[in-house]
Structures are given as C-alpha cells and as structure tokens.
Nanobody, 123 residues
Framework: QVQLVESGGGLVQAGESLRLSCAAS????????MGWFRQAPGKEREFVAA????????WYTESVKGRFTISRDNAKNTQYLQMNSLTPEDTAVYYC????????????????WGQGTQVTVSS
C-alpha cells in the first residue's frame, strides 16, 4: 500500500518558519516528480511547489517564491518543504503529492496524495 505521510505542521507566528516532511512508503518515488499543494479554509486546493525526480529542477507558485524551498532525499524516499517568513495567508492544510512523470508541468495532476498537515500562522 502506497502512503505519503506528512509531518511538521503546527501553529507559528507571522515571520517564523516551519519545515514540512513527507515520507513515502509502499514504493519508491525516486523517478517521479513530487510536490506540495495546500488548501486554505473556504478556498480551492492550490499548487505550492514541485521538484523533479532528481531534485535539479523546482517549481513554485508566485506567492511563495523566495520564501519556500522544496527539496528531496531519494535515499530516504522523503521530500521536504522549508517555509520561511510565514504569513497568515499561508495558513492551510498542506498536502504531499507524487506525480506519475519525472518532471512537473501544470497539466500533470498528482497520482498520489498524503492526508495533509495543518499549518496555522497567527498575526
């Protein structure tokens, strides 16, 4: 059974940082792009960041560029999202995803989803 399990969410104040982790099990994703989506209360789920299979290419939504950094460790079948300078607008449930292809494009929908981890940023 394939599982993506997120951890690292929590409650922080504006300007602080959090690091999300996503551990994959049941299969290896070292040949797949991986990424993060988020869903804020009352809003649609949105793309946040993605990373290519080897980690050499990354993609970010405009609102997190310069603040968030996505990375992965294929030996551990794990990916990370370092989130700095958090604002209340970053409050959301963050979902770890894996794609079927080695690289991300906005036409690709995730093939696997984690259960999500809550990130709450207070002002």
């Amino acid at each position: 059974q394939v599982q993506l399990v997120e951890s690292g969410g929590g409650l922080v104040q504006a300007g602080e940082s959090l690091r999300l982790s996503c551990a994959a099990s049941g299969r290896t994703f070292r040949t797949n792009a991986m990424g993060w989506f988020r869903q804020a209360p009352g809003k649609e789920r949105e793309f946040v960041a993605a990373i290519s299979w080897g980690g050499s290419t990354t993609w970010y939504t405009e609102s997190v560029k310069g603040r968030f950094t996505i990375s992965r460790d294929n030996a551990k079948n794990t990916q990370y999202l370092q989130m700095n300078s958090l604002t209340p607008e970053d409050t959301a449930v963050y979902y770890c995803v894996a794609f079927a292809l080695p690289n991300y494009s906005n036409n690709n929908r995730p093939s696997y989803w984690g259960q999500g981890t809550q990130v709450t940023v207070s002002s």
